[in-house]
């Protein structure tokens, strides 16, 4: 009888099982957070590692002899033209083309780039494009139709697309976007290619991308920065363009394989919208790693000569299920309460028994 009771008043106290609830669900995201800085921690190798500035494959104020003398270590094309405080790939106008190409091929292993670079214009949001691309590819000096590049270009491309192709075209068929597949524009977007992919504009470039973030960059006060990072064949991309001085993560790849021996590149492309597209100084820093024996002779073993990305289908199918993510959370979520319940009754089931054992002793 006494069990019954005791019972019954456990099952309907909600407000007890509810806190219980609360505990566990903190006590497992507590256990989370661990994890998840023990592996931050674990993977923190940056200590190892020294960066110094590589002149030949930099471009600063005041862009000595840019665009002039045949000695310079850049080469300008296009409508691209230099002035005293930045390298104006286009201006503000419709159908224009530009670029600035490193004369020297790069063979560094490890390396960082730095662009420092400026978007502005007249057009007011999304009426204004295409955008800029940095490149390090085997070709240089081609024009073409991605961002001012050619197409099926080998090597890496990181553009900040400014135009929503894909969010435009479906509008004028007066489709409706689902939030989970809809961007906010400028869209940094990073993608490698093998000499045969090709750059789908009208999508921009969503069947080919390796990953990104969006980046409120045009027509800031303050500057703007993107950073590019390979090391150890990891591609690391980040954006500072909130004027704090600090990097944001905007994607992050291993496994991505790039050949030595390309070129750096900045390109920029107008069209029917436009905007004055500048770069202000490429910065480019060569970073010694400390690799381990194995670590070298792996990389001895395999060269690489045409550029690829690992696991590519993974990385995609795990990016499809990025926009399931609020599903996965709901599940995630229900299923951790309805096993933080499960344990509450095997508690509760157990307390019960102790505290009845405890009472019996009493009698
Ligand atoms: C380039 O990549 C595509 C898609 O991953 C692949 O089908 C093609 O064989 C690759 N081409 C070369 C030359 O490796
Ligand atoms: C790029 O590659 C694709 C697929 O290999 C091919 O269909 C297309 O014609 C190529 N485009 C250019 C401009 O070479
Ligand atoms: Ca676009």
Redesign the pocket.
């Known amino acids: 009888m006494a069990t019954v009771d005791r019972n019954t008043r456990f099952c309907c106290d909600s407000s007890f099982l509810h806190r219980r609830n609360i505990m566990s669900f903190k006590s497992f995201f507590m256990f989370m957070l661990l994890l998840f800085t023990i592996d931050r921690c674990l993977s923190e190798d940056d200590h190892e590692m020294e960066e110094f500035l590589k002149r030949e494959y930099s471009l600063s104020k005041p862009y000595q002899g840019v665009g002039s003398s045949g000695s310079s270590h850049w080469e300008l094309m296009g409508d691209a033209m230099v002035t005293t405080d930045y390298i104006r790939l286009t201006p503000d106008m419709q159908s224009r083309q530009g670029a600035v190409w490193s004369r020297i091929p790069c063979n560094l292993k490890d390396w960082e780039m730095q662009v420092h670079f400026k978007i502005h214009g007249q057009g007011k949001k999304n009426l204004n494009g295409d955008g800029l691309a940095i490149w390090f590819t085997k070709e240089r000096m081609q024009k073409g139709p991605v961002f001012g590049n050619m197409d099926n270009f080998t090597g890496l491309g990181v553009f900040v697309d400014t135009y929503p192709n894909e969010e435009k075209y479906i509008e004028a068929q007066k489709k409706r976007y689902t939030p989970r597949t809809q961007r906010i524009f400028p869209f940094v977007l990073a993608m490698v290619g093998?000499?045969?992919?090709s750059y789908d504009h009208e999508r921009d470039g969503r069947p080919t991308e390796l990953g990104g973030c969006n980046a409120m960059v045009r027509n800031l006060k303050h500057d703007s920065f993107l950073f590019i990072r390979y090391i150890r064949r990891r591609l690391t991309v980040m954006i500072d363009i909130d004027g704090q001085h600090e990097w944001r993560d905007c994607l992050d790849i291993p496994g991505v394989r790039l050949p030595q021996g390309y070129y750096f590149g900045a390109t920029a492309v107008t069209g029917d919208l436009s905007d004055n597209h500048d770069i202000i100084s490429l910065k480019l820093y060569q970073l010694t790693v400390i690799r381990s024996r194995k670590e070298e002779e792996e990389e001895e073993e395999e060269e690489i000569t045409?550029p690829s990305v690992d696991n590519?289908d993974l990385l995609r199918s795990g990016q499809n299920e990025e926009g399931m993510s609020g599903i996965a959370i709901f599940f995630t979520v229900l299923f951790s309460l309805l096993g933080c319940i499960f344990l509450v009754v095997i508690g509760l089931v157990v307390f019960s028994h102790w505290n009845e054992n405890r009472r019996k002793r009493f009698y």
């Open positions: 093998n000499g045969s992919i045409i590519l």
